[in-house]
């Protein structure tokens, strides 16, 4: 029983899922902390924050199940001791749990769609079906899968900008449409490279189930300076904005000495063991960036 608790845990990415709310969650703590603190009424429904939240976890587990489904052969390849489908999960009982997912969501989704924002039933549609293709189709390309996963993740903070749309126009704070930009966009770049490392680790698999990942494609020598070329970007992008928005300084500082600290590390990094674990210290610099950014901001 235990063990097929953590193999459902670690079937939806139950990690990745925490990472990837965590701008959410932070952006709704910063906009309702702003609003107390000018006395303003607006309505910040926790329990529709909360409905929200829990249709998002649901589109990402889903996506998640079924790329483990569709990736079980590749995954005996890669994690032969550690894949789910097939091992601690049978192929039946993870397709059930993909259709009891997607049920979820039309359900949650219906409500969101009739008494939050009507666009979410657009939204719904369209992250479930890109997180179909890319687990058909996207992820066996070279970049466009990365480019993808990243773009999903980079899109949520934006969601804010449709459920409290009243509350930030009341507020007309500069700082918190920057804070929901800049979350986009460091989730995105930040991403992008994570994916790119775990393609390289796992490179064997993904060349026997015929895909033509860009670490494939081009080599990896190759593959690990476009990681770093995405590194640098970001270091270059937050000096640009540590001269713009002073306030930024700090965080961006501190984040940047963890990505050089990453860059050094990571090309010392040659097994897939080491990609793995160097890969949960890129999650962490994001981490430390999310909850400084908010902090910087009120």
């Not at 990837?20 to 924050?49: D, R």
């Not at 489908?85 to 009739?114: D, E, P």
């Not at 939050?116 to 992820?139: E, P």
């Not at 749309?165 to 992008?192: E, G």
Request: hydrophobic share 55%; aromatic share 14%; glycine share 4%.
């Amino acid at each position: 029983m235990v063990d097929t608790i953590k193999g459902f845990l670690k079937l939806i990415r139950w990690f990745h899922e925490l990472v990837a709310i965590i701008p959410f969650v932070m952006l709704y703590l910063v906009i309702t902390y702003c609003v107390q603190a000018n006395g303003l009424s607006c309505n910040l429904s926790a329990i529709n924050f909360s409905i929200l939240c829990v249709c998002v976890q649901l589109l990402i587990a889903a996506g998640c199940i079924f790329n483990d489904i569709m990736d079980r052969h590749i995954d005996k390849i890669n994690k032969p001791h550690t894949h789910i489908v097939g091992r601690v999960i049978s192929l039946g009982a993870a397709k059930k749990l993909f259709v009891a997912t997607t049920i979820l969501i039309l359900l949650l989704s219906a409500y969101i769609s009739m008494y939050l924002f009507t666009q979410w039933v657009y939204i719904s549609i369209a992250v479930y079906m890109l997180s179909i293709l890319y687990s058909l189709y996207l992820k066996k390309s070279p970049l466009f899968g990365n480019v993808t996963v990243a773009l999903l993740a980079s899109f949520i903070p934006l969601v804010i900008l449709l459920f409290a749309k009243n509350c930030i126009a009341m507020l007309n704070n500069p700082k918190i449409t920057i804070l929901i930009y800049l979350y986009a966009a460091f989730s995105f770049f930040i991403i992008i490279p994570r994916e790119l490392s775990l393609d390289i680790s796992d490179i064997e698999g993904d060349r026997a189930g015929g895909c033509k990942t860009l670490p494939i494609v081009i080599g990896i020598k190759k593959a690990k300076q476009v990681v770093l070329a995405f590194l640098v970007l970001i270091i270059l992008f937050s000096l640009f904005l540590m001269c713009k928005y002073t306030y930024l300084i700090s965080t961006f500082s501190v984040v940047d000495i963890l990505l050089l600290i990453y860059i050094y590390k990571f090309n010392q990094t040659h097994t897939r063991l080491a990609y793995i674990k160097i890969g949960r210290f890129l999650w962490f610099i994001m981490i430390v960036g999310l909850i400084g950014f908010a902090l910087a901001t009120i």
